[in-house]
């Protein structure tokens, strides 16, 4: 084999060379994009379901709390009246230890001075409804009402269960929401940091 041969021989290869690393160095590329995306779409569903969480411990919270701001308007200004035993039924539910309890659910109707009718309802222990009750309920709203006598009878004790005790329910609801969410956002910030970098190697 001549000199030239040679020459041509060490280019051929030289050239072989080079573009098995630009098919290397693009299959890299390719695979840290692919999973750069995969860790994109990781990172959205992890911030999505922390942002399901919180909204189901607010959710949560509402169903077993109620309207804070109803009561305390009802503290404020409700208006009395007296309601009437219109129907009524059975429950039963089972305390932390298994025990069953039975109660009586009462539905009770009452009259506005202005001819409107409402209802409203109370659970009591088996056998102790009665057929006449007073309710109070607020005169622009009067779907919004309780049985007089039930739930906060004033300010301070609305603070005290609403806001204090049932602030730290309500942190406790959505706090694992928040941990999901916070490392969602985390994953999200590496994931951009990691595209820049891929993008500034590429260019």
């Known amino acids: 084999m001549n000199a030239r041969s ?11 060379d080079e573009r098995r690393l630009c098919q290397d160095y693009v299959l890299i590329q390719h695979n840290s994009m692919d999973k750069s995306n995969c860790k994109y779409r990781d990172a959205v569903i992890t911030i999505l379901l922390g942002m399901a969480l919180i909204i189901g411990g ?16 009802l503290i404020q200004r409700a208006k ?14 089972e305390d932390d230890r ?22 409203t309802l109370t659970r009591v222990p088996s056998g ?23 739930g906060c009878q004033s300010v301070v004790e609305w603070l005290w269960r609403k806001i204090g005790v049932g602030g730290l329910v309500l942190l406790t609801c959505i706090t694992p929401g928040f941990l999901v969410l916070r490392d969602g ?15 500034n190697n590429t260019s």
Not at 98 to 119: M, Q
Request: charge should be neutral; include cysteine; hydrophobic fraction near 40%.
């Open 128 to 150: 102790q409804l009665e057929e006449k009750l007073e309710v109070e309920y607020l005169p622009d709203n009067p779907s919004v009402n309780r049985i007089k006598g039930g």
């Open 185 to 199: 956002i985390r994953k999200f910030k590496i994931v951009n940091k990691t595209k820049v970098l891929i993008a």
């Open 6 to 16: 040679v020459a041509m021989h060490r280019h051929g290869r030289g050239v072989c």
């Open 58 to 73: 607010v959710l949560f919270w509402y169903h077993i709390a109620g309207n804070p701001l109803d009561e305390i308007k």
């Open 80 to 93: 009395v009246a007296t309601c009437i035993l219109v129907d009524a039924y059975d429950d039963e539910h």
């Open 98 to 119: 298994g025990h069953i309890h039975l109660s009586n659910v009462g539905i009770y109707t009452f009259r506005l001075p202005d001819g409107r009718e409402f209802k």
